[in-house]
Structure formats: structure tokens, C-alpha cells
């Protein structure tokens, strides 16, 4: 499956995986940004892309920049229709005390390929009995 990236900056990174089996492609910032604390900011990465049919891109924080500076994807996961064609940006929030520099060139987030299942909307007056039923939010305790 082939996962077409087009740079539209010159000091853009193509995406890559850091190693063999990895689940996430790793994305970077092409720009410099200060993001002080309960602060967000929209980072570019210089690139764009087609993905392969029936397809989404699933834009997800990474661990490191979690645990160690509070750095995390806004909207995670963030996701990245087929049909898209513009530049590939990322939602940061700081979630820390402390101001946070973004470096160009510094990994900012990871990007996974997953597919999607297309299904037919029915509107119905009934739906089946579960075991679950209505309950939600907390009902199976802490």
C-alpha cells in the first residue's frame, strides 16, 4: 500500500517510521513556536498527501513529549479524510507548567494508517436489547 507525500515547503520531513514495527509514522514541525502553559497552537509540517483508498489518517500524540513536557494532541486522535488534500497540521496543547519551545525539524506528533469501513445509514423506530442496554458513563464502576 503506498502512502503518496507531496513537500510543500522546503524544509519539510517526510513522514517515517523510527523503527521496523512501528504502528505510527513520525511527523515534523517545519516552524518554530512557543506554546506557554494551558496554551494550544497549530503547527505546520510542509506536506501534504494521498492516501491509498478507503483509508484515514489517525493523528496521535506522542508518549515522550506526553510524560515528559505535558505535550499533547488537541484533538487525538485527529483524523485525516481520504479525499484531503491540503497541508498536514497538528493541534498542540500544553498541558504543563512550563512554556514549551517547538523546534524545526522536532517530532511532533505520529501519524497511523488505518482503513475504513463504509456503512449504510438505516433509520429505524426500534433497535435490538443488549446486556448493556442505556447505561453508560461509569456504570460498570471504577
Do not use: W
Not at 513556536?33 to 483508498?53: F, H, N, V
Not at 498541558?95 to 506528533?109: N, P, R, W
Amino acid at each position: 500500500m503506498k502512502l503518496k507525500i507531496k513537500k510543500i515547503d522546503e524544509n519539510a520531513v517526510v513522514p517515517r517510521y523510527a523503527h521496523d514495527g512501528d504502528a505510527g509514522l513520525d511527523l515534523f514541525s517545519i516552524e518554530e513556536k512557543r506554546i506557554d502553559p494551558g496554551d494550544r497552537a497549530l503547527l505546520r509540517t510542509g506536506i501534504s498527501m494521498q492516501l491509498p483508498e478507503n483509508t484515514e489518517a489517525q493523528i496521535r500524540p506522542r508518549s515522550g513529549l506526553a510524560l515528559k513536557n505535558g505535550i499533547t494532541v488537541l484533538n487525538t486522535p485527529g483524523t485525516i479524510d481520504e479525499g484531503y488534500r491540503g497541508e498536514v497540521c497538528i493541534i498542540l496543547i500544553n498541558h504543563s507548567e512550563k512554556s514549551f519551545a517547538v523546534e524545526k525539524g522536532m517530532k511532533i506528533a505520529q501519524m497511523v494508517i488505518k482503513p475504513v469501513l463504509k456503512v449504510d445509514v438505516e433509520e429505524v423506530e426500534d433497535l435490538s436489547a443488549s446486556g448493556r442496554g442505556e447505561n453508560g458513563f461509569g456504570s460498570t464502576g471504577i
